[in-house]
């Protein structure tokens, strides 16, 4: 029988956040690279994108935290909003 994808996962609940509510983030137990984040704030899983085996067809939505956008990482195209640090803050201004 093959393990479920829960099996395969181990998670830390960082409580370092800016809000001061944790966050929960996955990890794959055999290579250790980042799955998931979740957090109870908002109704929003994010996903690492490198954690998806075929995403041509997927385009982010938001962007948050772009204050700490490294500058030599190009804003994703497809995004309509970016928030310069949590989602319950300002926009970034283009």
Known sequence: MSAKWEDMLS???DNMTD????????FCK???????????L??????????????E????????YCIHRADFLEKAKAVQKRYVESINGELEQE
Do not use: H
Request: hydrophobic share 30%; aromatic share 14%; net charge negative.
């Open 11 to 13: 998670t830390y609940n």
């Open 30 to 40: 055999n290579c250790g690279s980042n799955m998931f984040n979740f957090t109870p």
């Open 42 to 55: 908002y109704d929003i899983v994010s996903v690492s994108a490198g954690a998806l085996d075929d995403f």
């Open 57 to 64: 067809d997927w385009k982010p939505t938001l962007e948050q």
């Open 19 to 26: 809000s001061g509510q944790p966050l929960k983030r996955q």
